[in-house]
C-alpha cells in the first residue's frame, strides 16, 4: 500500500522556535507538495519541489522553506515559529508534476504558543 | 482564487446515490476536473478526474456538461464512510504558474 509519512501528528512550538516538519514517501515519487489547511481557506500551496535539491515556492512561502536531500523525503522548515503558522500541514506526493494525482499524509498538526 | 463553486454543504441517506455538483463557468478547453475527498482527520484522498467525457472507477463517477461549466460528481450507493469534505478543482495555468488550487469544498453528511 502506497504510503506518505509525516513524522508528528501532533505538535506543540513557542514563538521564536525552529520547526521542522518531516514527509517521506514510498513510491519513488519525483514531485512533493507542502500545503496548509485552515478553516474557511482550504488547503493552501507552500512549496513544492520536481527532484532531489530542486524546490520551488507555492502561494504562500513567506516564513517557512524546504529541504529535499533525498528523494523520498521532503522537509518543511518554520526558521521562526510566529502563532499565525499555526495550522493544519500537509505533505503529499505525485508522480507528476501538477500533481494531478496527490498522495496525501494524514497531517501534522502544529499549534504556535 | 479557486476557479470552482461548489455548496457548503449536502446530506444523503446511506444506501442512496450522493450528486455533488461543481460549477466552473471559467474552465478552459484543455483543463481537467479533478474531485479528491477527505474524511476527518485524514489527508485529501483522490477520487476521479475528467476533461469532457463522463468517466467512471470503483469510487464514484464524473458526469462533466458538454459545455464543461459544470460537474456531478456521483456516489452511486453512499455509506456512512463517505462522510467528509469534497473538493471538485481545476488545474489552474498561467505564464508562472500550473497547479491544482484546492476551495472549501462541500461537507457531505450521510445518515443512517
Known amino acids: 500500500d502506497v504510503k506518505v509519512t509525516q513524522s508528528s501528528r501532533y505538535l506543540v512550538k513557542r514563538t521564536g522556535e525552529k520547526v521542522f516538519l518531516e514527509c517521506v514517501q514510498d513510491m519513488d515519487h519525483e514531485n512533493m507538495f507542502w500545503y496548509r489547511q485552515d478553516p474557511g481557506l482550504g488547503l493552501r500551496l507552500i512549496y513544492f519541489?520536481?527532484?532531489?535539491?530542486?524546490?520551488e515556492k507555492g502561494d504562500i512561502p513567506e516564513g517557512y522553506s524546504v529541504s529535499r536531500e533525498k528523494k523520498e523525503r521532503f522537509s518543511l522548515i518554520l526558521e521562526s515559529a510566529s502563532t499565525n503558522q499555526t495550522s493544519m500541514y500537509l505533505c503529499a506526493s505525485s508522480s507528476d508534476r501538477v500533481g494531478e494525482k496527490l498522495f496525501f499524509g494524514s497531517g501534522t498538526q502544529l499549534s504556535v504558543l | 482564487d479557486a476557479k470552482t463553486t461548489q455548496p457548503p454543504s449536502m446530506d444523503c441517506a446511506e444506501g442512496r446515490a450522493a450528486n455533488l455538483p461543481c460549477n466552473h463557468s471559467t474552465i478552459s478547453g484543455n483543463e481537467y476536473v479533478y474531485w479528491y475527498r477527505q474524511i476527518h482527520s485524514q489527508g485529501p484522498q483522490y477520487i476521479i478526474h475528467?476533461?469532457?467525457n463522463n468517466e467512471t472507477n470503483e469510487m464514484a463517477s464524473l458526469i462533466i456538461t458538454e459545455d464543461r461549466k459544470s460537474s456531478t460528481l456521483i456516489l452511486p450507493h453512499a455509506t456512512l464512510r463517505d462522510t467528509a469534505v469534497y473538493y471538485c478543482?481545476?488545474?489552474?495555468?498561467?505564464?508562472?504558474?500550473?497547479?491544482?488550487?484546492f476551495g472549501t469544498g462541500t461537507r457531505l453528511q450521510v445518515f443512517p
Open positions: 475528467g476533461l469532457k
Open positions: 478543482i481545476v488545474r489552474v495555468r498561467s505564464y508562472n504558474t500550473d497547479k491544482l488550487i
Open positions: 519541489s520536481y527532484d532531489v535539491k530542486m524546490k
